[in-house]
């Protein structure tokens, strides 16, 4: 009967907080609020793409709690790159937006996209210089 009920979950708060997976495995996260931002729908492919480079086989959960766009677009570019993706069921808790993971225990400190990828997230603007005016240098 157990055998037919999908068998023993190990740690399953774990895998409902981390949208069906062991926080173990986790190379990035972010939560539904980044999820459903602009800014990490215009740098995701980028993002994907670098984790790609350091980890295989890469597999990205998706919140059904996001929005249903992002949902969409998120499995699209996860497919484009040749990495698994899934939207998970209901049951899953509403902390995170995305979870990307990988098969095997990873040792990763810091798992938030935003922090991960901060310069590419949050670019800090370049100083411009301002031109002196003709009376600043003349009388300056």
């Known amino acids: 009967m157990q055998q037919a009920a999908g068998g023993l979950k190990i740690n399953p708060d774990e895998q409902r907080k981390f949208l069906n997976t062991f926080e173990e495995r986790v190379i990035g996260l972010c939560s539904i609020e980044e999820a459903n931002s602009q800014e990490l729908e215009d740098h995701f492919k980028e993002i994907l793409r670098q984790i790609t480079q350091d980890y295989k086989p890469v597999l990205v959960k ?8 992002k949902q969409i677009f998120y499995l699209k570019v996860t497919q484009n790159l040749g990495c698994e993706a899934t939207i998970v069921a209901e049951n899953c808790a509403a902390i995170f937006g995305l979870v990307i993971h990988t098969d095997c225990p990873t040792q990763i400190e810091e798992q938030e996209l935003s922090a991960q990828f901060a310069t590419l997230l949050h670019p800090t603007p370049t100083k411009t210089e301002k031109k002196s005016s ?4 003349l009388f300056g």
Request: glycine content about 0%; overall charge positive; proline content about 8%.
């Open 62 to 69: 998706i919140s059904p709690f996001i929005d249903s766009q």
């Open 134 to 137: 003709f009376w600043k240098k």
